[in-house]
Nanobody
Framework: QEQLEESGGGSVQPGGSLRLSCAAS????????MGWYRQAPGKERELVAD???????NYADSVKGRFTISRDNAKNTVYLQMNSLKPEDTAVYYC???????????????WGQGTQVTVSS
């Protein structure tokens, strides 16, 4: 079974940093886009950042200049470096990957289980 495993969440004070990691595993042929979404209590899930296989990135306006997304294609892993964290960054962060698995006829979206990020003094 293909799955995404996240790590790196936690609690940090405002202005601090965290690094999230997400590794895709299973019978994977190819991964197109990988990204991070977040969902705060009472709010809809929103895109934080994504990166396609060729390296082009896209960021939400609220995190531009503070967060950096990167990926290691050899390891099927995506990272999110979060700096200058603010209380409004508090949310559950979900990893997403658009991947093609063996015996699957098309690319499909997969989601991680989520990791909590809390920014508070």
């Amino acid at each position: 079974q293909e799955q995404l495993e996240e790590s790196g969440g936690g609690s940090v004070q405002p202005g601090g940093s965290l690094r999230l990691s997400c590794a895709a595993s299973g019978r994977i042929i190819s991964i197109n886009a990988m990204g991070w979404y977040r969902q705060a209590p009472g709010k809809e899930r929103e895109l934080v950042a994504d990166i396609i296989k060729g390296g082009r990135t896209n960021y939400a306006d609220s995190v531009k200049g503070r967060f950096t997304i990167s990926r290691d294609n050899a390891k099927n892993t995506v990272y999110l470096q979060m700096n200058s964290l603010k209380p409004e960054d508090t949310a559950v962060y979900y990893c997403n990957a658009e991947l093609l698995a063996f015996f699957s006829g098309s690319y499909k979206d997969y989601w991680g289980q989520g990791t909590q990020v809390t920014v508070s003094s």
